[in-house]
């Protein structure tokens, strides 16, 4: 049944040889001593402190939605870098290998990147932007916020919570070890066929690229189950439909999006997979494969995803701009019809990404006005939010900050969203850099929803605000470096240039190109400026400290609870009588969260099979990367066993005692700033610390306000 | 959407705290996600069924057999009786855990899965004899997608019966807790699914077949 | 997540197993799917009518199945089961629905035809979407 494969193979290591480490390759050398020391110095640090016992009580084996919210977090963070550092590898190429004259460096004939290396950088670039950045970031955020929100203990299921991390984590190390084990695949984030197919891509990196991007198709959907049905079936009492925050409901749409378009891909991908390893016949371009079933199954995935993507960030705003104008959301019913309006036209504007596969006019006008009945609801939040904003008392902190930056790249994406819609002028720039340029601005307002959700929520988790000098820079410098770019690669969009160019040819683009060189060198700083934020937050955590309701003004039920949150959650469950319950309790005076006696709380124990199957499932997709055929078959075996063995483990929960609760819930009542000096580790055991301040009304913490939070609203 | 202050709900008569709360329906969580899992499964036959319908054109039998050359409907309905047959007894065996019976749950399960292992005797049997005609998934775009659906479904067959023994084990090991309550309906989610799944397959890849 | 403290077979879903629906469902898709089979074996209509009619039977006894045996109904048991079904069926529409549309419009202007092999085109529509040619 297998396919014979061009190179050697040998049944104990598959096709791994000594030869597949680049080590003749500078660059990568460099990035491998760069990750070895890095690795070597964390590896020792844990050693030297005696955290190790920590780490895997605290994080590695935990089931708690907010911790497993933050580590999906850190994966984001840590793969936003590593994509970053692959964009300014293909810009700096870009600028470099301009005109024939233009000088080459180590083997590549213009610039300094061979078109076999740019085509990995380019590919893992999108890639990991999108599965491994961008959905991790998000999907970390709706697990920390989603329960809290709607007053549940935790996730639905908060193993398959783990699990879903963990896979995850394991798509995104394979993705790391490409760089140093064999190569990455060549041909673009979403392949080509039959490009991708083994005769015309024989190496590994198509393997690579079809694991990773399955592993993190997994994990999604396994996160995307849990979130809906956590939503759905975990709402505390009172909490209709109507009363839900509509970061909730933002969050239930794109997982139902997740939740039907995942399936697709995982197709597209497996069918492909098929066809290089078993050797059928799906896509290739003879022996009755179909190339453009490929390109359609896939985009019936991606178009939906690309809306995964945005509409948690929709949601994000949704939260921000209320708190930091003082007001409710405006029009609240409009806002979750639109939400699910996106979410239902995402399912019919797929043909988009191949107008120009040669469907016929009816099919090709069909796409073309989907795509444009996208910009309805869209406009439809853009005018809430302002509306929200109009006559509001507008704060300009830093979650707001970022929403309103976000809301302005909407409008740019948007408008040129409209544009690509028309099928007539998409055959002038497909797979040009104007096409390029209008996605980024659209993930760039997920970039910026997404900074703005953490700076918002930071302090509900750590229970400190990060600052704000430092965060002011990193921002207005995101603005120079997103300018300064992409105003530029617009413009290369109309004078046509098309994407994933290694040399350039004509010399009068040389200065646009350049000029995004300055707008990487502002994104430079300003990732610099990023990390001196976290520092200077972290250092100064203890004058930072946020009480439950960190801004002063905030509405939804998260501020509730005491920053940073106890394990679980909510002493008492509470009782949901109205939409925006926290802002209406605050108006009427009732933000006492001391309910009478403790008691004890169920909840579920740790475990470190997710991470185990984790691994094993890494290890799976090595072994089919390499072909290791007795390594795969073990891995799979272990995987259902350990499957079945944890069905049988009746001893899955416990209870906190309600004299724990009372100690804990204590100590977040008692405590004041002054005394929490040895409280508020970043990421450490989430017990509960919330500054109360004895005399005044509530545990509203520090809010920059003037005007007393619960006053009435409309003026 | 009025301010919150509008909303006519008395501050004073408010109830603030699900205090005693006996908590979530364990139950009906647990299997509420699992049928989330089944409907995408069912978007992955969708996405197969819609393979299908592209690899169906006279091209994509690459000069290869016609679908009506060598289906063999026999063994299509073989398949039929008995995967419809132990979805039947897999009921009992819930109707017997509705009247808290031990064995006749295991019974009833036993049955089932034997009749399970019976459906993949067939199917063993049915791609073999294709195999041996040289009708094989690498012969053209058509039997590469014929086949990823057959044994696609197969697999879950597979998965089924496995489960079933699983859960033979900790009904006696453990009797009628939560855990195994909650896996049992999920597994009656999951059996019962397959049949609903087999009538797409049964009539749209052999029956459909054989006639085009 | 608090357990349910009382006993787990008083659970609706447990509840609502019912033999004699099992068994009628049964027998209806035993009839229903060997119909379809006669149908295709004996070639009693055109290929067109056996394609519409075994898709209609098809239908019919995934919607006995699924009101037997799956439980979709309104009940607040399986009220959630149901909407999460209603919710994926127009999608499974539209994927398999729009893909075989834009595939009949590519084919008719990319494939070429082997000589007589014309009205084999229309395959590439799934069955239930044929029009008679």
Request: hydrophobic share 55%; charged share 10%; glycine share 10%.
């Amino acid at each position: 049944m297998l396919v014979h494969l061009q190179g050697p193979w040998t049944p104990v290591l598959g096709r791994l040889t000594l030869q597949q480490i680049p080590y003749e390759n500078p660059i990568l050398l460099g990035t491998f001593t760069f990750v070895a020391v890095l690795a070597i110095a964390i590896l020792a640090a844990t050693t030297y402190f005696g955290k190790w016992e920590y780490l895997w009580r605290e994080w590695l084996t935990t089931v708690d939605h907010k911790k497993i919210g933050v580590m999906y977090c850190l994966l984001g963070l840590i793969m936003l870098f590593r994509g970053f550092i692959d964009a300014l590898m293909i810009r700096t190429q870009q600028a470099i290998a301009v005109g024939h004259e233009a000088p080459g460096y180590m083997g590549a004939v213009h610039g300094y990147l061979t078109p076999f290396h740019l085509g990995q950088i380019f590919t893992a670039h999108g890639l990991i932007m999108v599965v491994f950045a961008a959905t991790p970031l998000l999907v970390g955020i709706m697990n920390i916020i989603v329960p809290l929100q709607i007053g549940a203990r935790d996730m639905a299921y908060p193993y398959l919570n783990a699990l879903g991390l963990w896979l995850t984590t394991a798509g995104a190390a394979l993705v790391m070890v490409s760089l140093f084990i064999g190569n990455f695949a060549h041909g673009g984030w979403y392949g080509f066929v039959p490009y991708f197919e083994l005769p015309y891509s024989p190496g590994v990196g198509v393997d690579y690229w079809i694991w990773t991007f399955q592993l993190s198709a997994i994990g999604t959907s396994l996160g995307s189950i849990n979130l809906i049905a956590t939503i759905v079936k975990m709402r505390a009492p009172g909490m209709t439909w109507m009363r839900l925050p509509i970061f909730t409901w933002a969050s239930l749409s794109t997982n139902l999006i997740a939740l039907t378009s995942f399936p697709v891909l995982m197709v597209s991908l497996a069918l492909l997979a098929l066809d290089r390893y078993v050797g059928t016949h799906f896509y290739t371009a003879g022996m009755g494969g179909n190339l453009m079933l490929y390109s359609d199954l896939f985009w019936v995935w991606g178009h939906p995803e690309v809306y995964f993507l945005i509409l948690p960030a929709f949601g994000m705003m949704s939260e921000i701009i209320p708190t930091f104008s003082e007001k409710p959301l405006f029009g609240y019913a409009t806002m979750v019809i639109a939400s699910f309006a996106i979410g239902g036209v995402s399912w019919g504007v797929w043909l988009h990404h191949f107008f120009t596969m040669a469907a016929s006019p009816s099919v090709n006008s069909f796409y073309s006005v989907t795509t444009m009945l996208v910009g309805i609801p869209t406009g439809v939040k853009v005018f809430n939010w302002v509306f929200t904003m109009y006559r509001g008392r507008v704060r300009y902190e830093l979650p707001m900050l970022w929403a309103l930056l976000a809301l302005f790249l909407l409008l740019v994406g948007g408008m040129t969203g409209m544009m690509n819609a028309f099928a007539s002028s998409d055959y002038m720039w497909h797979n040009g850099l104007f096409v390029v340029a209008h996605f980024h601005m659209m993930v760039l307002v997920i970039a910026a929803s997404v900074f703005g959700a953490v700076e918002y929520w930071f302090p509900k988790v750590f229970g400190f605000k990060l600052e704000q000098k430092w965060g002011k820079w990193f921002f207005w410098f995101m603005i120079l470096g997103t300018g300064w770019t992409f105003v530029p690669m617009f413009l290369l969009g109309f004078a046509g240039m098309t994407r994933r160019l290694d040399y350039i040819p004509y010399m009068q683009w040389s200065p646009y190109l350049h000029v995004m060189l300055v707008g990487m060198v502002f994104y430079v700083l300003a990732v610099c400026f990023f990390v001196a934020h976290l520092y200077v937050s972290l250092r100064d955590r203890v004058s930072n400290r946020a009480g439950a309701d960190a801004w002063g003004t905030g509405r939804s039920l998260e501020w509730m609870t005491h920053s940073p949150v106890p394990a679980y959650n909510y002493a008492f469950i509470p009782h949901i009588n109205v939409l925006d319950e926290w802002a209406w309790r605050k108006e009427n005076g009732l933000t006492e969260l001391h309910a009478g006696d403790y008691e004890g709380i169920h909840m579920p124990k740790n475990t470190g099979i997710p991470l185990f199957l984790g691994m094993l499932f890494m290890g799976l997709g090595f072994a089919l990367i390499w072909r290791i055929w007795w390594l795969a078959l073990l891995c799979v075996a272990l995987i259902v066993g350990l499957i079945i063995l944890r069905s049988f483990d009746r001893d899955t929960d416990m209870t906190i005692p309600a004299h724990e609760v009372e100690r804990v819930e204590r100590g977040a009542r008692d405590e004041t700033p002054a005394t929490a000096r040895s409280a508020g580790m970043p990421g450490g055991a989430v017990t509960a610390h919330s500054a109360l301040r004895p005399g005044t009304d509530g545990i509203g913490g520090g809010t920059t306000s003037t005007n007393p939070s619960w006053a009435p609203m409309d003026r | 959407m009025r301010a919150s202050a509008a909303q006519k709900v008395d501050p004073a008569h408010a109830t603030l705290w699900a205090r005693h709360y006996p908590g979530h329906d364990m139950i009906g969580t647990r299997t509420f996600g699992f049928w989330l899992y089944m409907l995408t499964d069912a978007m992955v036959y969708a996405a197969l069924f819609a393979s299908l319908g592209v690899l169906s054109h006279v091209v994509n039998l690459a000069g290869g057999p016609s679908p009506s050359a060598f289906i063999n409907p026999v063994y299509a309905y073989g398949e039929t009786i008995t995967l419809f047959l132990s979805v039947l007894i897999y009921g009992y065996s819930m109707v017997a855990l509705k009247n808290g019976n031990h064995s006749g749950v295991i019974g009833s399960m036993f049955a089932a899965m034997l009749l399970g292992m019976v459906y993949l005797v067939i199917a063993g049997i049915d791609i073999r004899e294709m195999f041996a005609q040289g009708i094989i998934p690498e012969a053209s775009g058509f039997l590469s997608i014929f086949f990823t659906i057959i044994i696609y479904h197969a697999l879950h067959i597979i998965v089924g019966v496995v489960w079933m023994l699983v859960m033979m084990i900790q009904v006696a090991r453990e009797g009628f807790s939560a855990n195994v309550v909650y896996r049992l309906i999920n597994l009656r989610l999951f059996w019962h699914f397959q049949a609903v799944i087999w009538v797409f397959v049964f009539t749209f890849v052999y029956l459909q077949g054989m006639v085009v | 997540m608090t357990e349910h403290t009382q006993n787990p077979l008083n659970h609706p879903e447990v509840q609502l197993a019912n033999g004699r629906a099992y068994l009628v469902s049964f027998i209806l898709s035993m009839l229903l799917t060997t119909a379809g089979l006669w149908l295709a074996i004996t070639h009693i209509t055109t290929p067109f009518g056996t394609v519409l009619v075994t898709s209609f039977l098809a239908g019919a006894v995934v919607v006995i199945q699924g009101y037997f045996i799956l439980h979709m109904d309104i009940s607040h048991a399986q009220i959630w089961h149901t909407v999460a079904m209603v919710l994926f069926l127009p999608l499974f529409v539209v994927t398999i629905g729009l893909t075989a549309w834009m595939f009949h419009g590519l084919y008719q202007r990319t494939m070429l035809m082997p000589p007589g092999a014309s009205d084999m085109a229309q395959m590439s529509h799934p069955p239930h979407e044929r029009t008679p040619s």
